[in-house]
Nanobody
Framework: QVQLVESGGGLVQPGGSLRLSCAAS????????MGWYRQAPGKRREMVAT???????NYAESVKGRFTISRDNAENTVYLQMNSLKPEDTAVYYC??????WGQGTQVTVSS
């Protein structure tokens, strides 16, 4: 089992940046896929970005070129760098380990 704790969310103006962090309670070295999902009010939870243990990444079309996912196995942490944020990026962002374990989420609000 692994516990995940997200941080780094907040209020940012359109065009701004945020960096989300996801700290795991144990080594993530053996966890094949780590990822970030998000859920906006009234919408289904959707995949934002994933990264495999080998470093392969996958992004939702809506965030390609703006978001970057990375993982630091030594620090048991996964990051999501979000640039050029848009109001439609507003959501609760969740970290997941193989879509089996989930964090509690962190709110990201993009608004002027």
């Amino acid at each position: 089992q692994v516990q995940l704790v997200e941080s780094g969310g907040g209020l940012v103006q359109p065009g701004g940046s945020l960096r989300l962090s996801c700290a795991a309670s144990r080594s993530i070295f053996s966890i094949y896929v780590m990822g970030w999902y998000r859920q906006a009010p009234g919408k289904r939870r959707e995949m934002v970005a994933t990264v495999t243990s080998g470093g392969a990444t996958n992004y939702a079309e809506s965030v390609k070129g703006r978001f970057t996912i990375s993982r630091d196995n030594a620090e048991n942490t996964v990051y999501l760098q979000m640039n050029s944020l848009k109001p439609e990026d507003t959501a609760v962002y969740y970290c997941t380990a193989s879509t089996r374990y989930w964090g509690q989420g962190t709110q990201v609000t993009v608004s002027s």
